[in-house]
């Protein structure tokens, strides 16, 4: 029976914890005979999980000879790992083990050095932070999970859900994934990635700059056909000073913060609304119905339809 040990580090994300514990404890074989032995394994005899504390059955000797460790993500993802936790993955990595991160268990999991030179995933909200603390790292902030082989990676909350399936796919195939899915009330595979989830009220636009009225212009005025030339005589400086200072401002080109803004507000507009995709590509100033759905998908990761039926 393939052993999941389930790592408890201080600070645990109680959902993140009981993902993997429940998906792998409820996954049955064809036969009826459970598909995995679950193990909860903590470093320390008291485990703080914020609004509760966990007293786990397994020390990190619980981590030897498990087929798959996954580790959780916790409120505090940057506190340092401790070198005993570190080098208990290590010894695990070392013996051929596969280990699993859920959410902020990124972190972790990184600071064991496991991961240098991986792609990898975490919550959308994290990524920028993981990025900058492991550089090192390959971040990609628009996907659910990432399966590099030996190490995998997920996004936040729900995301842990989808890798573990996925795990059990790998392990057992699809039709015991697919029946472990329906226990979870869950499908086996979600269209899009995480980018669909993540919030921007705007795309990035520092307040109090000098391109700020500019930005503000261009919010106003998403539905007209602008080009470079028109932002620029509008800004009253020539394409290349403004090409420059967005870059200096946003870190992007005008005409690709303006594809953003237009995205984001389709993404209002299908939650909010019931006017068809045709109608609020034009309102947002798409020139047709198939430069809209490509852009929206290229951004998201979804149709616009498929954007709608889950948030609309």
């Known amino acids: 029976m393939h052993t999941v040990a389930v790592l408890a580090l201080d600070q645990v994300v109680p ?18 005979r459970p598909g995995y032995r679950v193990r909860v394994c903590a470093g320390q005899p008291e485990t703080d999980a914020g609004t509760f504390a966990l007293r786990a059955p397994w020390g990190l000797d619980g981590l030897d000879g498990a087929d798959t460790v996954v580790v959780p993500g916790t409120a505090t993802p940057a506190a340092p ?3 005993q936790v570190r080098d ?12 699993a991160s859920i959410c902020t268990g990124t972190f972790p999991l990184a600071a064991t050095g496991l991961l240098d030179g991986l792609r990898v995933t975490t919550h959308w909200q994290a990524a920028d932070l993981l990025a900058a603390s492991y550089p090192a790292l390959t971040v990609d902030p628009g996907v659910l999970y990432v399966d590099n082989g030996q190490f995998l990676t997920s996004a936040g909350a729900a995301a842990g ?11 057992y195939g699809s ?14 595979e979600r269209e899009g990635g995480q980018a669909q989830f993540i919030v921007h009220d705007r795309p990035p636009a520092p307040r109090g700059s000098a391109l700020e009225p500019l930005l503000d212009w261009l919010q106003e005025n998403l539905a007209r056909s602008l080009t470079l030339d028109d932002i620029a005589a509008h800004a009253g400086m020539s394409t290349r ?15 690709q913060w303006l594809q953003r803004a237009r995205v984001r507000r389709a993404q209002h507009l299908l939650e909010a609304t ?19 759905r490509d852009r929206f998908k ?12 889950s948030f609309g």
């Open 15 to 32: 959902f993140d914890l009981a993902t993997p514990i429940e998906t792998f404890a409820r996954t049955r074989l064809p036969d009826g």
């Open 81 to 83: 790992l401790p070198a």
């Open 88 to 99: 208990a993955l290590r010894a695990a990595a070392a013996a051929g083990t596969r280990i």
């Open 161 to 171: 859900l989808d890798l573990c399936l996925h795990m059990v796919r790998r392990d």
């Open 175 to 188: 039709a015991v994934a697919a029946d472990a899915a329906r226990l979870s009330v869950m499908p086996l």
């Open 241 to 255: 000073t403004l090409i420059r200072r967005f870059r200096e401002h946003t870190g992007t080109t005008p005409l």
């Open 274 to 292: 019931a006017h068809s995709v045709e109608r609020i590509g034009a309102q947002v100033g798409f020139g047709s119905p198939t430069a809209f």
């Open 298 to 309: 290229r951004t998201t990761g979804v149709s616009p339809h498929a954007y709608r039926r």
